[in-house]
């Protein structure tokens, strides 16, 4: 049993850069979440999944944010024009329906010098 | 989604019960008292959640005051491993969780 995974787990980019997060839920789970965390906070829901169709997204997640579940498997979460601010671990999760619990990847953490 | 209080940190030894509080003193009727921890350098992991009645798993038991305004997440025997950072979290919507800033457990040997 594979739990969710996320790639890359690191990633170092300059500002004004793109970045694009890979996040594989686990297999069968029909819903996946991102969210994001600062040093010394809880995270932060960003958006939601439910197959392929977004039905929810927080105002946290800006224009220059975009996710996709195009084939309602794995996701991507991209940042456009990436700015400090943006310096964060970014956490998918998933769940399916029935299921309470979600369960939570490692994280990617992102560092925008 | 209510909100929930909790302390900031607390400390237990190891192989002693811990008791974690947790106060929503503005929980909704159709609010699930939702558990998760954070250990060092993880993403959160769910621990358990619960409606009105007490609850039990491998991992924790779950205490619900009556009035539901308030709960205590209970480790029975703490070990070195549980040392990370509690998240009570009130849910009903089914996807958003909000996970304020928890509370961030020490165990000590």
């Known amino acids: 049993d594979t739990g969710v995974s996320q790639d890359p787990r690191h990633k170092i980019t300059k500002r004004g850069q793109n970045v694009t997060f890979r996040c594989d839920p686990i297999s069968e789970h029909n819903r996946l979440y991102w969210y994001r965390q600062t040093l010394g906070q809880g995270p932060e829901f960003l958006t939601y999944?439910?197959?392929?169709?977004?039905?929810?997204k927080s105002r946290l997640l800006s224009d220059r944010f975009s996710a996709e579940r195009p084939k309602g498997s794995f996701s991507t979460l991209e940042i456009q024009r990436t700015e400090q601010g943006d310096s964060a671990m970014y956490l998918c999760a998933s769940r399916k329906t029935g299921q309470v619990g979600q369960f939570f990847g490692p994280g990617t953490r992102l560092t925008v010098l | 989604d209510a909100k929930t209080t909790q302390p900031n940190s607390m400390e237990s030894n190891e192989e002693e019960p811990v008791h974690l509080p947790c106060n929503h003193s503005?929980?909704?009727?159709?609010?699930?008292i939702h558990w998760y921890r954070q250990l060092p350098s993880q993403g959160p992991e769910y621990v358990i959640h619960g409606l009105t009645s007490n609850v039990n798993n491998r991992m924790a038991s779950l205490a619900i005051a009556e009035d539901r305004k308030s709960s205590t997440l209970i480790l029975h025997r703490a070990t070195l491993r549980d040392a990370a950072v509690y998240y009570c979290?009130?849910?009903?919507?089914?996807?958003?969780?909000?996970f304020g800033k928890g509370t961030s457990l020490l165990v000590t040997p």
């Open positions: 503005t929980i909704s009727g159709t609010d699930y």
């Open positions: 999944f439910q197959n392929e169709a977004q039905l929810e």
């Open positions: 979290i009130l849910s009903n919507s089914g996807y958003a969780l909000n």
